[in-house]
């Protein structure tokens, strides 16, 4: 597995606010959608691409486009979901899938509710998309699935991570090809399975306490 951390002072500055416990539901938003474009940004470095002639005014001359099988971008629910837009607007021709996943608050195990992708993910690029990789449950398990269907290369995109679960996806994960792209790889893990200092529950902060 890949780890990449983005080191910008735009992507710091807007991770702060994010942390801010007075920082408001309709903020939240708006930063973790202004978050995973500067992330989305580096996480399609190696998006693949082929080249087309095209007319300028002036000339002809080659350039590049976004090539075929299309990628696909799977937000986890909920709190994925936020995440969605910033990603789909870097990356126009992108198909999108959707996995709904909850961790149990006891347990921390992870479980699926929702499962709506092509069955067949064979030599596409996906692009997982979820704020928080806190134990590593939700997203081995789903970066498994889609490794099932198929998929050859995903990436995924988290806006903090704990040291605990990027060393549960590089043991788990092992002979995958995976990429991690984060803002943030934070201290460590509380003993009800929040990320410290972390942001809190990414879901409850974007879309209200599902309670
Ligand atoms: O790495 P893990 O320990 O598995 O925890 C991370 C998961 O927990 C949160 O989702 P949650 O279960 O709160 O669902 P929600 O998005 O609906 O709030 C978060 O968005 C991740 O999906
Ligand atoms: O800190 C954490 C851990 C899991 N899920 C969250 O939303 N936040
Ligand atoms: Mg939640």
């Known amino acids: 597995m890949r780890l990449h951390v983005v080191d910008h002072p735009l992507v710091a500055h807007k991770l702060s606010t994010l942390r ?5 539901s309709a903020t939240f938003r708006r930063l973790a959608d202004e978050l995973v474009t500067l992330l989305a940004y580096e996480a399609t470095r190696d998006v693949r691409t082929e080249q087309v002639e095209i007319e300028t005014p002036v000339a002809t001359t080659t350039g590049t486009r976004l090539s075929h099988p299309r990628p696909l971008v799977v ?63 939700t997203l ?15 990436t995924a995109v988290v ?29 460590r893990l509380n003993e009800n399975g929040y990320i410290v200092p972390g942001l809190g529950d990414a879901g409850d902060r974007m879309y209200g306490s599902a309670e």
Do not use: C, K, W
């Open 75 to 137: 937000p986890i629910l909920r709190a994925g979901l936020g995440m969605l837009d910033g990603m789909v607007r870097l990356l126009p021709t992108a198909e999108v899938g959707f996995l709904g996943m909850v961790r149990n608050e006891e347990t921390l195990t992870a479980s699926t509710y929702a499962t709506r992708m092509p069955e067949d993910l064979s030599g596409r690029q996906v692009y997982v998309l979820d704020p928080m990789l806190a134990t590593g449950g």
């Open 20 to 24: 801010d416990r007075r920082t408001d």
């Open 159 to 187: 806006l903090l991570a704990a040291p605990e679960g990027v060393e549960v996806m590089e043991r788990e994960l092992a002979d995958v090809p995976v990429t991690v792209v984060t803002a943030s790889v934070d201290e």
């Open 140 to 154: 081995v398990a789903a970066i498994r699935e889609l490794i099932e269907r198929g998929a050859d290369d995903v």
